[in-house]
Nanobody
Framework: QVLVVESGGDSVNTGDSLRLTCVVS???????????IAWFRQAPGKDREFVSA????????GAGASAKDRFTVSSDNAKYTVVLQMNNLKPEDTAMYYC?????????????????WGQGTQVTVLL
């Protein structure tokens, strides 16, 4: 059974940084490397939106408009971990952040492309 667990969410001030961690268990090392691990977020009253993603085996990354220039995604394959480093946070970054694994097909930015989701970690950015 694949388990996805996020951590690192917190309440911070505008301009601060946060480091979110996603640990994926239940995959073999080769399966983890072949997978795509993504971050999505959902603010109250809004649809879930794509933030960023990485292919652990190739290091290739992708980012949504909200993440470009401020967020960086990386992986530590030996630890089955993907990290989302978020800098210069803004109030509009306030949301529940979800990690997704188990990429099947389609675009990395599509929710339906992922089969395994974590419970989310809350990020709140104060004015």
């Amino acid at each position: 059974q694949v388990l996805v667990v996020e951590s690192g969410g917190d309440s911070v001030n505008t301009g601060d940084s946060l480091r979110l961690t996603c640990v994926v268990s239940g995959l073999t090392f080769s399966a983890f490397e072949r997978d795509v691990i993504a971050w999505f977020r959902q603010a109250p009253g809004k649809d879930r939106e794509f933030v960023s993603a990485i292919s652990p085996g190739t290091g290739r990354t992708g980012a949504g408009a909200s993440a470009k220039d401020r967020f960086t995604v990386s992986s530590d394959n030996a630890k089955y971990t993907v990290v989302l480093q978020m800098n210069n946070l803004k109030p509009e970054d306030t949301a529940m952040y979800y990690c997704a694994a188990g990429f099947t097909s389609g675009w990395w930015s599509e929710e339906k492309a992922f089969g395994h989701w974590g419970q989310g970690t809350q990020v709140t950015v104060l004015l």
